[in-house]
């Protein structure tokens, strides 16, 4: 597949903004979400887990090459220990309102971790009972010595290393001990009513076992120890020009990931020098690379904590989402869709519009063939039951499954081979490139000729994940936009030359030129004095041309308002027509909406596409245009003027690159963008934009 023709620049005319330290800025920004009082508790608790979550990937994707460096003795920039430092930073943050905050809030709760030194007779009792018969028998310690050793330690798996004295049974003082953690052994336990004296007590495995450490040495004094944890770099490469079978080198890989090169070391903050510094010469990590924290080492764990906690008080009162607003249970989606085209705004309005057009499509005999693309879909995925039931049927059923998809391989290979035992035809895409689009359609035959109806969407395919991210869905029997589809199936699965799109712009071929002409012809507009406007949703903005692109255009006079979620490396406050926004809500935004505005001549565009390069020039991606003038409309409220006018999840990036929380700098909680819709969409359409 062929790139964008445009040449990139040598260097950017400003130095762009660090994309590590815009990612983890980003993690601060939704670990202010922990921080706030008007947020149930346990919804903060929630937050921090997620923020700890974000930054295990983080480390696994992104940190490998300074470590690299490091070893190498090539990082002369110092960029390993930038980054470090900014986690360092994070991560100290996170503990502190850990411990200083939402402990102290859940205990006036009557929520408890009770640790070892707090807990009562009874409790002891019923703590050493469960260790020695639920935890005890699954613990194989290893003592280190030139037969045994250091074992091999999974990636974020939990793990002691443990100081002893003395001599073992052979007559040697082997002093280091390794007690590796079986992951099935639940992180959180609650204790009994009989133990707890009325109050939800709970206790972490971790504190479990290092209670009982000498059980695990008889004849052996235990001294210094601590519970760690290694990250390791997990992100796939496999040389799909050398592989004979992808799926089957990367199901091999899958378990070579929990054993990547070591990136990141967590011990308690009591741990030794001498025991952090063995597993750091163990891992061959520099200092930098080592976390000494204040509680467990594995705050992702505490999500089993919310989930065992039976108070709906302290968590977000439910949101039901509801059906989407241009359809009606019980009739014809395509039907309806003969009438136009239909947007469901996720997850404001529910995923069971598009269930329910896969559904008909599956169940209608007058339907041929069904195709679909597969990025993520999770493990439970009523959409591939589906699929499998349509091939069930005798309809032909192509699916184009990307393997690739980081963090999702196991769960997509794992489909792909049912699929595939169903008879379906199922495709990988194209060697080199990621398929990132999302696409279904169905063809129907419709008296004596046929007919097709698409589905396309900013997000993926996952019901789980519709529910808590912002996307949007676009429902069409548009015959141009369909036969783009149905050209880029084809073109997937043979790899045949590409037409010409009537509607649809496509990464690699065109989207990454005809978006950079775009902007240029919005700053065209505004240097001959017209009408020049640009407002771009998006996760992230890390493409140099793009972003130097941009700048161009405000420089010439051009107003742009980019609402950017994450990671945004264009540098802020060069142009004072320029302005970056992220908001962060209840719902993750997801959406990428691009409008522009070039004297006369307005467009408002979709995309599976962020602007980064490697959406543009290393992935299939697409992008569709809204010309029904009621959809654009209500994408350009919903998506655009919405966000822009929120002033209680917006932050607003400061001419240095700092951002800055918009409802703080005005003293007042304000407006929320996603409030707002959802009372919209509870109340039902046209009964009150809120933000207006």
């Known amino acids: 597949m062929p790139s964008s023709r445009r040449p990139r620049p040598a260097t950017p005319r400003h130095p762009l903004r660090d994309r590590d330290q815009s990612i983890l800025d980003f993690n601060a920004r939704v670990l202010r979400w ?23 990937e983080f480390f696994e994707v992104r940190a490998e090459p300074h470590v690299t460096a490091w070893r190498a003795g090539t990082d002369a920039a110092g960029g390993m220990q930038r980054t470090m430092a900014a986690a360092h930073a994070l991560v100290d943050r996170q503990y502190g309102l850990f411990n200083e905050a939402l402990l102290p809030d859940l205990a006036a709760q009557g929520v408890r971790i009770v640790s070892h030194l707090d807990r009562t007779e009874p409790q002891r009792k019923w703590v050493r009972e469960h260790f020695l018969r639920e935890v005890k028998p699954l613990l194989v310690p290893v003592a280190l010595d030139p037969a045994h050793p250091f074992p091999m330690v999974a990636n974020k798996s939990l793990n002691f290393i443990v100081q002893l004295k003395g001599k073992d049974a052979f007559g040697r003082q082997n002093q280091i001990a390794i007690v590796k953690v079986p992951r099935v052994l639940p992180r ?98 520099p200092p930098e690379a080592l976390f000494k924290v204040q509680g467990p080492v594995n705050l992702v764990r505490l999500q089993q904590l919310i989930s065992l906690i039976d108070a709906p008080q302290l968590l977000f009162p439910p949101y039901q989402a509801s059906y989407p607003v241009q359809l009606r249970r019980g009739e014809s989606v395509l039907e309806r869709l003969k009438a136009g085209d239909v947007l469901i705004h996720l997850p404001f309005e529910s995923f069971d519009g598009v269930i329910d057009f896969l559904r008909e499509a599956v169940h209608d005999p007058q339907v041929l063939a069904i195709k679909q693309t597969i990025y993520r879909t999770g493990n439970d995925s009523r959409m591939m039951d589906l699929l499998i039931e349509a091939q069930r049927r005798g309809k032909e059923v192509t699916v184009v499954v990307e393997l690739k998809a980081r963090f999702d391989e196991e769960a997509n290979i794992n489909w792909a081979e049912r699929l595939e035992l169903a008879g379906a035809q199922v495709v990988y895409g194209v060697v080199g490139l990621k398929t990132h689009a999302k696409m279904l359609l169905v063809t129907r035959r419709e008296g004596k000729r046929l007919k097709r109806y698409g589905h396309l969407s900013t997000g993926n395919y ?122 962060i809500g209840r719902f993750l935004e997801h959406s990428r909406v691009f409008y522009f505005r070039a004297g006369g001549k307005e467009e408002l565009w979709l995309s599976s596409a962020d602007w980064m390069n490697r959406n543009m020039l290393r992935r299939v991606e697409t992008a569709w245009p809204v010309t029904d003038p009621v959809l654009r409309q209500r994408v350009i409220d919903e998506c655009l003027l919405a966000y822009l006018h929120d002033s209680r999840d917006a932050w607003e990036q400061q001419p240095d690159g700092s951002y800055v929380e918009v409802r703080r700098a005005k003293g007042k909680p304000g407006k929320s963008a996603q409030q707002a819709l959802m009372a919209r969409y509870e109340v039902g359409p046209g009964k009150g934009a809120p933000w207006t």
């Open 462 to 583: 996952n019901p789980r994940t519709a529910a808590l991210y912002t996307d949007l869905s676009y429902l069409t029997a548009d015959a141009r936009l369909t036969a783009d589809m149905d050209r880029l199936f084809v073109h997937l699965a043979s790899h045949s030359r590409l037409p010409t799109m009537q509607r649809m712009l496509l990464a690699p071929f065109t989207l990454h030129r005809q978006m950079l002409a775009k902007i240029d012809a919005v700053g065209a507009a505004a240097r001959a004095g017209k009408s020049a406007r640009i407002v771009a949703k998006m996760n992230a903005l890390t493409d140099q041309p793009l972003i130097e692109a941009l700048m161009k255009a405000g420089d010439a006079g051009a107003r742009i308002d980019l609402i950017v979620r994450g990671a945004c490396a264009l540098p802020a406050g060069l142009t004072q027509h320029v302005r970056v926004r992220s908001i």
């Open 188 to 285: 959180v336990l609650r204790m009994p009513e009989r133990v707890s004296g009325g109050e939800k007590l709970f206790v972490m495995l971790s504190s479990v076992i290092r209670a009982h450490l000498p059980d695990l040495f008889p004849g052996r004094e235990v001294g210094d120890f601590s519970h760690f944890r290694v990250t390791r770099h997990s992100d796939l490469s496999v040389d799909e020009e050398e592989v004979k079978n992808l799926r089957t080198a990367l199901r091999q890989g899958l378990h070579q990931r929990h054993y990547g090169e070591a990136v990141r070391v967590e011990v308690s903050s009591a741990c030794s020098d001498e025991l952090a510094g063995f597993l750091l010469r163990q891992f061959r990590l």
């Open 34 to 56: 922990a921080e706030r009082g008007d947020v149930p508790l346990l919804e903060r608790l929630r937050y921090l887990c997620i923020v700890s979550s974000n930054l295990d």
